[in-house]
């Protein structure tokens, strides 16, 4: 298995800049959003799993995951969310061990919004947090999926207080400048993590 560092951050903090970031410079990215996604498409065993657990309701008529009556369902019965989780957190890591072991850069990431609060942190040698202020994370969430402030702050009050992670992250990155000046504090952590790599190996 390849050297593995957690990227994390709270909503609108920046992972997804710098996740493209090192992908630019050549390095296998498992985006923890995109598997929770994969594994409940038509077709997988997850899914299968959730119409069983679930009933017909939660199937559209093509087959796939009617995501929004799933989510009106949790939201009314909190119970059911965990029945959901059971199906699909260990769906979603096994899917995250597979990707990040075909991964053939001299180190791998795994970006997750959720990454000390579902374990997957456990995944990593390493956690780089990409931080930023409340003000920053509402202003930028919002322009870029159009949400009202108030919806971000339910997110943002949903997940892992930002000083909480600041002291669980090995790393921190402070992106409260343009993107040039999150990509140049990318760069030491880039060579440190090859250095990193290059050292479990031997
Ligand atoms: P996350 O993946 O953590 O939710 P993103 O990386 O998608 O956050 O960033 C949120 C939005 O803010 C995106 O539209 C992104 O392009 C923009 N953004 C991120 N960092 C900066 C920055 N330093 N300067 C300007 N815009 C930024």
């Known amino acids: 298995m390849a050297f593995v560092v957690g990227l994390t ?3 609108g903090s920046g992972k997804s800049a710098a996740s493209a970031w090192f992908e630019s410079q050549c390095i296998v990215v498992v985006d923890a959003d995109i598997v929770a996604r994969e594994i409940v498409q038509k077709g997988q065993p997850a899914l299968k799993d959730i119409h069983q657990a679930f009933g017909d309701w939660v ?3 093509d087959g796939e995951l009617n995501r929004r009556a799933l989510r009106e369902h949790i939201f009314k019965a909190p119970e059911a969310r965990k029945v ?3 199906i699909t957190h260990p769906a979603i890591r096994n899917s995250i061990i597979q990707q990040l072991a075909q991964a ?4 791998a990431i795994l970006v997750s919004p959720l990454l000390f609060e579902t374990n997957q942190h456990e995944l990593t040698q390493r956690t780089l947090l990409i931080d930023a202020s409340e003000e920053l ?4 969430a919002s322009q870029r999926d159009g949400q009202n402030e108030e919806q971000i702050k339910k997110i ?3 997940q892992m207080p930002r000083l909480r992670k600041q002291q ?3 790393d921190i990155v402070l992106n409260d400048g343009h993107l040039d000046h999150l990509y140049q504090h990318l760069q030491p952590m880039h060579e440190k993590y090859l250095a990193m790599a290059l ?4």
């Open 9 to 11: 951050g709270g909503i």
């Open 156 to 158: 943002i009050a949903a």
């Open 59 to 61: 199937l559209q008529a």
């Open 84 to 86: 959901l989780e059971q």
């Open 199 to 202: 050292k479990k190996q031997s």
């Open 104 to 107: 053939d850069s001299p180190y």
């Open 168 to 170: 669980i992250a090995d």
């Open 137 to 140: 994370q509402i202003l930028r």
